[in-house]
Nanobody, 117 residues
Framework: QVQLVESGGGSVQAGGSLRLSCAAS????????MGWYRQAPGKTRELVAR???????NYADSVKGRFTISRDNAGSTTSLQMNSLKPEDTAVYYC???????????WGQGTQVTVSS
């Protein structure tokens, strides 16, 4: 099992920055991927960014150049630095981890990010 706890959400004006963090506990050594998804009201959950073991990253087109995902050397914490925030970034952000060996996905409880114009 893997438990994920997010922190760092909040409210900010457009153009501002926020940093989200996610701490994993449990079977963290077997995590292959960590990342962030978001879900805005009335919309489906979408991938924001993810980072693979070895450091490869993927980003949604809408956040490229503005958001940066990172992961600590121990592989148990991931962070999302969000710059130049826009009102359309407003959503609940969920941390995600995948243990590829057993095809198991884990989710955090979500943290609200609100960007006002």
């Amino acid at each position: 099992q893997v438990q994920l706890v997010e922190s760092g959400g909040g409210s900010v004006q457009a153009g501002g920055s926020l940093r989200l963090s996610c701490a994993a506990s449990g079977s963290t050594l077997s995590i292959n991927i960590m990342g962030w998804y978001r879900q805005a009201p009335g919309k489906t959950r979408e991938l924001v960014a993810r980072i693979f073991n070895g450091g490869t990253t993927n980003y949604a087109d809408s956040v490229k150049g503005r958001f940066t995902i990172s992961r600590d050397n121990a592989g148990s914490t991931t962070s999302l630095q969000m710059n130049s925030l826009k009102p359309e970034d407003t959503a609940v952000y969920y941390c995600y981890a995948r243990r590829g060996s057993i095809a198991a996905d884990y989710w955090g409880q979500g943290t609200q990010v609100t960007v006002s114009s």
